[in-house]
């Protein structure tokens, strides 16, 4: 691991160095090449084991959800059974019609569509039409085909490989022994919101992978909390990086508090009380997770959220107020499915209530303002003006996960990959 921590009051942060990354332009072609997006596809996304998210959104016996994933071509099944999380492609052993039709659900047996067949959510073939007439025929041998799937502290992960070359465990490395018990608060209750965006999938990662863009694009939302005149560009105070995977700490303004005019933010704010408007749960229940190690590992008081980042493309943001994860799905080269889901209690009163539909619209602000910018970007890129980019030392998460995803796209096998 390296532990880097920044000093955002000294004339420059050394984040990048700490990091052991270069610091030259970086090049635009894996953001706009169709030959590096195969690349990527293969290398990386069907190589890496791929977080699919919480495993409270399954938590009953018989619960499951199916995720499209466009770059592989495939529809993945994840189910509760008595046993444990299970995933399979969604495709049925007869002349393969898809099996699930919604998005989710409850059920113990799963029935296609087309000519019947029956399987159990632990993908056996219980049932089959006119069995007798079929040659030869085994329905132990016709299950629903098993797609690895393992979790490791309430996440679901799934990899496309047949045989993954690696564990879970040693994919995760150091950073699966730290971040260790950590308990997620409201992690079976969520807000998700969907967008389809003309941009690469890095582009839209990039725009959530650095706080330099604070003061820029967030001025009325979240520039005086996440920025102040000690931090005026939003630097980061901390950050660390685990083989592929990283997070840094952002800076939250200590001083803050909703100015005289923003009556219903004073309002909730009263409550709240965590400096941070991007709150939805109280601190009360946030309070064991805020004292883990591995959540603002330096205790600076100038605080507000950890964006760490398990590779390729998936990152969860715990604050103060709660946690929340994004998915940057790639769908082709400029397109991406783009799925952020917010965890917040069951409102138990109306109070609460009326807080919590704040905090979503502020969201709602705050996210159009993130994705603002990024289909234009793209649009830049594609012209083929610059072949480079320049980043800035609070941008290094972007530099980080380019550098992996080059070494990712060049290695042979995982292994050399993650060495
Ligand atoms: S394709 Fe599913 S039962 Fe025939
Ligand atoms: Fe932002």
């Known amino acids: 691991m390296n532990d880097q921590v920044a000093d955002f009051r000294a004339e420059k942060t050394n984040l990048t160095e700490l990091a052991g990354l270069g610091k030259g ?3 635009l072609e894996p ?22 998210g919480r495993e409270e959104r399954i938590g009953n016996p018989g619960d499951y959800f199916v995720q499209t994933i466009e770059v592989a071509k495939a529809e993945i099944l994840v189910t509760r059974t008595r046993e444990g999380v299970r995933a399979f492609h969604n495709v049925c052993s007869h002349r393969s ?42 329905k132990k041998r016709c299950g629903l085909t098993k797609v690895a799937c393992e979790t490791w502290e309430g996440w679901i992960f799934i990899n496309l490989q047949p045989v993954p070359e690696v564990s879970l465990t040693e994919f995760l490395g150091d950073f699966g022994q730290i971040y260790t018990g950590i308990p997620y608060p409201h992690s079976d209750k969520s807000i998700l919101f969907v967008s389809h965006l003309k941009a690469n999938w890095k582009v839209i990662a990039d725009a959530f992978a650095e706080t330099y863009h604070i003061p820029a694009i967030h001025p009325e939302t979240i520039g005086s909390t996440f920025a102040s005149n000690e931090n005026p560009f939003a630097r980061p105070i901390s950050a660390q990086t685990w083989g592929p995977h990283r997070s840094v700490s952002t800076y939250g303004n200590p001083e803050y508090v909703p100015p005289i005019g923003s009556q219903v933010e004073r309002l909730f704010y009263s409550n709240i009380a965590t400096g941070n408007v991007l709150s939805a749960a109280s601190l009360e229940d946030t309070e064991v997770f805020l004292k883990h190690p591995a959540i603002n590992p330096t ?13 390729p493309h998936f990152q969860f943001d715990v604050s103060p107020g709660g946690f929340w994860t994004h998915h940057f799905w790639p769908v082709s080269v400029n397109e991406t499915r783009w799925e952020a889901r917010f ?4 409102a138990p009163d109306v109070w609460s209530r009326l807080q919590q539909e704040h905090y979503i619209a502020r969201l709602g602000e705050i996210l159009l303002e993130d994705v603002g910018n990024t289909e234009r970007t793209q649009e830049g890129i594609n012209s083929g003006a610059k072949e480079h980019m320049v980043l800035q030392d609070g941008e290094v998460m972007i530099r980080h996960s380019l550098h992996q995803l080059e070494k990712w796209v060049h290695a042979e ?7």
Do not use: M
Request: charged share 25%; proline share 3%; net charge negative.
């Open 299 to 311: 205790k600076s008081g100038s605080w507000a959220v950890d964006v760490t980042w398990l590779f």
């Open 413 to 419: 096998t995982v292994r050399e990959a993650l060495a």
């Open 31 to 52: 953001y706009r090449s169709q030959e590096w997006f195969e690349k990527e596809v293969e290398q990386v996304f069907k190589r890496a084991w791929l977080c699919l």
């Open 25 to 27: 332009p970086v090049s």
């Open 97 to 138: 019609n898809k099996v699930v039709l919604d998005r989710g659900g409850n059920a113990s047996r799963f029935v296609c569509r087309y000519h019947n067949w029956t399987y159990k959510n632990d993908g056996a073939l219980i049932g089959v039409p006119d069995e007798k007439n079929f040659f030869d025929f085994d």
């Open 343 to 346: 965890h917040i209690p069951d």
